[in-house]
């Protein structure tokens, strides 16, 4: 199974770029038609402003995710706003065992917050300009 490692930045790659999408494709309705959003979430339990963050944060941080710029950051905003969605919206109205009617955004938020331990790997714009200057320290002969 060595040979598997060796696909990590591929893996983290595919990762980062279909939970980018989906945070993308989720946050564009937000902020293309605001007037049904703002309603939707005052009956979801939110003030009706949280369209607009939600929608910000899901298309712009989705983008990051997809170009690997500021991941990990943009993995735990989006992770933490899963566990909103999740805590408020989706688990208290449909109960714990209706697993069919939360999984998207668990699953979201758990691949966000994967990308957001792990980084977003060797293909990515972090890798060139955050992570690209670091250098492993020589171990000393003493």
Same mark, same amino acid.
């Given at each position: 199974?060595? /040979? !598997?490692?060796?696909?990590?930045?591929? +893996?983290?790659?595919?990762?980062? !770029?279909?939970?980018?999408?989906?945070? @993308?494709?989720?946050?564009?309705?937000? !902020?293309?038609?605001?007037?049904?959003?703002?309603?939707?979430?005052?009956?979801?339990?939110?003030?009706?402003?949280?369209?607009?963050?939600?929608?910000?944060?899901?298309? /712009?941080?989705?983008?990051?995710?997809?170009?690997?710029?500021?991941?990990?950051?943009?993995?735990?905003?989006?992770?933490?706003? @899963? +566990?909103?969605?999740? +805590?408020? &919206?989706?688990?208290?109205?449909?109960?714990?065992?209706?697993? +069919?009617?939360?999984?998207?955004?668990?699953?979201?938020?758990?691949?966000?917050?994967? !990308?957001?331990? &792990?980084?977003?790997?060797?293909?990515?714009?972090?890798?060139?300009?955050?992570?690209?200057?670091?250098? &492993?320290?020589?171990?000393?002969?003493?």
């Amino acid at each position: 199974m060595r /040979f !598997l490692e060796n696909l990590k930045p591929l +893996g983290l790659l595919v990762l980062r !770029l279909a939970v980018g999408i989906a945070f @993308m494709f989720q946050g564009y309705p937000k !902020l293309a038609d605001p007037a049904h959003w703002l309603k939707a979430f005052s009956g979801f339990g939110f003030p009706s402003y949280f369209a607009y963050i939600f929608g910000i944060l899901e298309l /712009f941080g989705g983008g990051l995710l997809v170009l690997g710029l500021f991941t990990r950051g943009a993995g735990l905003l989006l992770a933490i706003e @899963m +566990g909103l969605v999740l +805590g408020r &919206t989706r688990i208290p109205v449909v109960g714990i065992y209706a697993f +069919g009617q939360y999984e998207l955004p668990l699953i979201l938020g758990a691949a966000a917050l994967a !990308l957001a331990t &792990t980084g977003a790997g060797v293909i990515s714009f972090d890798a060139f300009t955050f992570e690209g200057g670091r250098k &492993t320290p020589k171990k000393s002969k003493a």
